[in-house]
């Protein structure tokens, strides 16, 4: 058995132990806060996905379906300048 590196476990459970302990959860601010926070990664998502994702997917989709593999080889294949 290794005592350093039990010490270092065993440090790394209290820490996060303690972190969780002293969080003020209750308190108004603290509440909001992650509210808050989830509310901007589901806002974030949302225009994500519908303004970003969706449209590449299309584009990508589109260019498979219309440009030959043999063309994109020939301007960025292993002999292309």
């Not at 303004?51 to 260019?63: E, R, S, T, Y």
């Amino acid at each position: 058995m290794n005592w350093k590196t039990e010490n270092k476990y065993l440090l790394l459970i209290v820490t996060v132990f303690l972190g969780c302990y002293l969080l003020p959860i209750g308190t108004a601010r603290f509440d909001n806060s992650l509210l808050e926070a989830f509310r901007l990664v589901k806002w974030y998502a949302q225009e994500h996905v519908l303004l970003c994702l969706v449209p590449a997917f299309f584009i990508a989709g589109v260019i498979g379906v219309f440009v030959s593999q043999a063309s994109v080889m020939k301007y960025l294949g292993p002999k292309a300048k």
